[in-house]
């Protein structure tokens, strides 16, 4: 009894925290518009609040590699949690729009340090054959906040604006977390992690030399492209077909509804179908329909377009997720944490330039989708080229 409520615990404390760290870009999806004429940008120029979060945790997470093999996760967690926090409460006082981009420095390091621990946990503590369920229980404490976030940002951004989003909804989140994090998580990873430090650079070795283990981290990245599909979707329909803000925080939480489904989905059928045909299949499939979003006569039609992209496309990270934990099992911690440097490259490059040609085409979201959609297919093509499935496709 002991053991099943510590593991429950376990669980709950992955998604509590999963939640957490995609709160900011589920709220800034929804508010973007708000947000850019608060702070006189334009859309594409508010969007890159994301870019900075992602360069921040992209370094983040190359420190990471080293910081996971010499630290205790629980302390890397906790850490992380506050420093997301200290985001929260900063950028609720920031005056101006460079006040807003400092403070999300502390944003992209809490986030990537929480992410990166989460994963490193699931391949730390569970078996093979529960990896998979784990790691779709925790993907769904992000679809959750994509679930539950655009509401809470519709109603309290009508109301009070949406500075009090920050201070009311993510910061207090944060404060749970951390409140969990610290009385139930486990102190130690299992097993304990050896702190020589020539265990730094055959991690790494080991990583960099591996041609699967490459395919996954850049079928991440392309990933990470892809799915910014969301982050403007929003946006999309307010500007493009006059939807409310209200309409719009509908659609993405029936999208992430979607997710939801895929997620679990995927966790349930991950060991029957293999981690590489999940990630490829579904990968091919939510590319194609997230190009499809943007070249719709009506909205309702593009909500439907981005409801089956989200769905394939959340299934195929669950499996793209699992496929690369099991790439150098002796290193997890440090394939995640270079994971978690490739996909911030990905979301460095995919806000830059769509921030570019949002500014340079007067809003013309079709060039965007385009290369959403393309990319999702090119990460599926990498995955199915280069990459190898370690610890097998099925689980008897």
Same mark, same amino acid.
């Given at each position: ?89 900063? $950028?609720?006082? !920031?005056?101006? #729009?460079? *006040?807003? %981009?400092?403070?999300?420095? =502390? +944003?992209?390091?809490?986030? &990537?340090? @929480? ?96 041609? $699967?283990?490459? !395919?996954?981290? #850049?079928? *991440?990245? %392309?990933?990470?492209?892809? =799915? +910014?599909?969301?982050?403007? &979707?929003? @946006? ?104 978690? *440097? ?55």
């Amino acid at each position: 009894m002991e053991t099943r409520l510590r593991n429950r615990l376990f669980m709950l404390i992955l998604l509590l925290s999963m939640f957490l760290t995609a709160t900011f870009e589920v709220f800034l999806s929804n508010a973007m518009v708000n947000v850019a004429s608060t702070l006189k940008v334009t859309v594409g120029t508010a969007s890159q609040i994301l870019t900075i979060g992602s360069f921040v945790g992209l370094i983040a997470g190359f420190i990471m590699g080293f910081l996971t093999v010499r630290f205790k996760h629980k302390s890397l967690f906790l850490v992380g949690v506050a420093l997301f926090g200290f985001w929260a409460l900063g $950028s609720f006082f !920031a005056p101006d #729009f460079p *006040s807003i %981009l400092f403070f999300s420095l =502390f +944003l992209g390091t809490g986030a &990537a340090m @929480s992410g990166i621990v989460v994963l490193a946990l699931i391949g730390d503590f569970l078996p093979l054959e529960k990896k998979g369920i784990a790691m779709g229980l925790a993907m769904g404490g992000a679809i959750v906040a994509n679930l539950v976030v655009p509401q809470v940002t519709s109603v309290i951004t009508d109301a009070s604006g949406w500075r009090v989003v920050l201070l009311g909804f993510i910061l207090p989140t944060s404060i749970v977390c951390l409140f969990f994090g610290f009385f139930f998580l486990p102190s130690k990873p299992q097993p304990e992690q050896n702190t020589n430090k020539l265990q730094y650079f055959e991690a790494f070795k080991q990583i960099l030399s591996n041609k $699967s283990a490459l !395919a996954c981290q #850049f079928g *991440s990245a %392309l990933a990470s492209v892809s =799915f +910014l599909s969301p982050v403007f &979707a929003v @946006s999309y329909y307010r500007l493009h077909f006059n939807a409310s803000l209200s309409t719009g925080a509908i659609f993405y939480s029936i999208a992430s509804a979607i997710g939801i489904l895929g997620v679990i989905l995927a966790g349930r059928l991950i060991n029957q179908v293999g981690r590489k045909p999940l990630t490829v299949g579904a990968g091919v499939i939510s590319g194609t329909f997230a190009v499809l979003i943007a070249f719709m006569p009506n909205v309702w039609a593009s909500a439907v377009m981005w409801m089956v992209s989200a769905g394939f496309g959340l299934a195929s990270i669950v499996g793209l997720n699992s496929l690369t934990l099991e790439q150098v099992p002796g290193f997890r911690g440090t394939m995640m944490s270079l994971n978690s *440097s490739f996909r911030s490259i990905g979301f460095i490059v995919g806000l830059t330039l769509s921030g570019l040609l949002l500014n340079l085409y007067a809003n013309n979201f079709q060039i965007l989708y385009a290369m959403f959609g393309g990319a999702g297919v090119a990460s599926a093509a990498i995955i199915f080229l280069f990459a190898n499935d370690a610890a097998g496709a099925t689980i008897s």
